[in-house]
């Protein structure tokens, strides 16, 4: 069976205190559809942090000094800038209009991944990440598992980021659960010349990019993608698999 | 119709002067499969390289005093470096095990994308990258459009790259046709909140890794895989469309 990336469609507006997972259950069901073993349910970061409440009205936050002058270097909001230093644990470079840091989460991203696009139909709130995106994917793993009677899901929650070298933003798993995220080749056959690899492949980023692409190409929301038969490591993975470890950071 | 990744069986060991656009296409019609129009082909490198002849045997390769030098540092085969600088524009980084260029292409690699892991079977051998990936994934877009008589086919040639800040490798494209590889959604309704989008998207490279997903998980070798079913911009796109331009670049 071909590797397949099915869109969730009708999922209404998420809002805060909504039950993520009751609603899309509820879509995926709505449409035929079920969750099966061995199914990976990639979600959009936007609607976990919604449904999670992680919106901020910008009128509440006081800036700090360090917010202050970064705000003047940066040409950006000096309330957000505020919220982008308290979620990151580093700020790595700045440009008129793009702070990037390494997240409180471990990953670097431009502006701590804090979305300021008209939130709440609005200029005055932002939406930030999930607060513990590995255990947003599990608790959705865990109802969904629930709800569908099955033993075997992977659940990823997806961002788009830039690169430092390339153009256009991917996909990239921010928070994850039911799989290891690395898959390991080392030792295996090679694939085209039947010789050993040295490989080690970021599989939950790359699923990650493969649901960004249904994502991104409907007209309307397409905030959950299923994929069906990709052969993934089932177990108990983590973000921080998918992280450089600083001492191995050339690009710092 | 979901997005679906279609691989294609079959496809025998790759030798310099084979004609890869018939091979693929007989293997595509051995399974009672044809290219339809819209399909965007991926296909891994190593076989267009193979194809291409791009062996270099390693006794042949004089390394001179900056290989040399470079050699030592890396801990790597003087005459390997020696390709590697020929290869590259620019060396970025060098580690015991890894030096990072930009190469002659334009995107930022390791070792320039060269695949020392047995290649005909000795240590003698590598594999180059594609002497002109673009000019490799046209023509393989104008045989493949002429034997299934469509008129819209993009084209994708791929590769794993590491990442700066993330471990395991993602497949990027190194070459393509009949696309752009960005998707500008710069003032498209919002995906999840009906709002402004900010985003440009990278199409081409979120298409190759989730065709290097089903490369990866295949036991024998996959190195061609039909995606079906994802927009995209047709047109005439190239690799140098996803390269960050240097002024743009906060990371050399």
């Known amino acids: 069976m071909p590797l397949t990336c099915i869109e ?9 205190g909504d039950d993520l997972a009751a609603i899309v259950a509820e879509a995926i069901t709505r449409v035929g559809e079920h969750l099966r073993e ?16 992680r919106i901020v009205d910008l009128r509440t936050v006081s800036p700090g000094p360090d917010a202050r002058v ?20 580093e700020v790595l470079r700045v440009r008129p209009g793009l702070i990037i840091v390494e997240h409180r989460h471990g990953f670097v991203c431009a502006n701590a991944g804090i979305d300021h696009s008209n939130v709440l139909g609005d200029e005055e709130h932002v939406l930030l990440l999930p607060a513990h995106p590995d255990r947003s994917a599990l608790e959705l793993r865990r109802r969904w598992q629930e709800i569908f009677a099955i033993d075997n899901l992977a659940v990823i929650i997806n961002d788009s980021h830039g690169r430092a070298w390339r153009l256009g933003t991917v996909g990239v798993a921010i928070g994850l659960a039911g799989m290891h995220p690395l898959t390991d080749r080392r ?6 010349g039947r010789t050993l690899q040295v490989t080690v492949i970021g599989t939950a ?20 993608v299923i994929i069906r038969e990709a052969r993934y490591q089932p177990g108990e993975g983590s973000l921080k698999d998918l992280l450089r470890p600083r001492a191995q950071d050339l690009f710092r």
Do not use: H, T
């Open 8 to 16: 969730v469609p009708g999922i209404p507006l998420i809002q805060p």
């Open 38 to 53: 061995g199914d990976v349910v990639v979600v959009a970061q936007k609607v976990v942090s919604k449904a999670e409440g």
């Open 70 to 89: 970064l705000a003047r270097e940066s040409e950006k909001d000096p309330r957000l800038v505020e919220l982008i230093l308290r979620e990151s644990n």
């Open 205 to 224: 980023d790359e699923l990650a990019a493969a649901a960004s692409v249904v994502m991104g190409q409907a007209d309307e929301g397409i905030p959950v």
């Open 187 to 192: 030792g295996d056959p090679d694939l085209m």
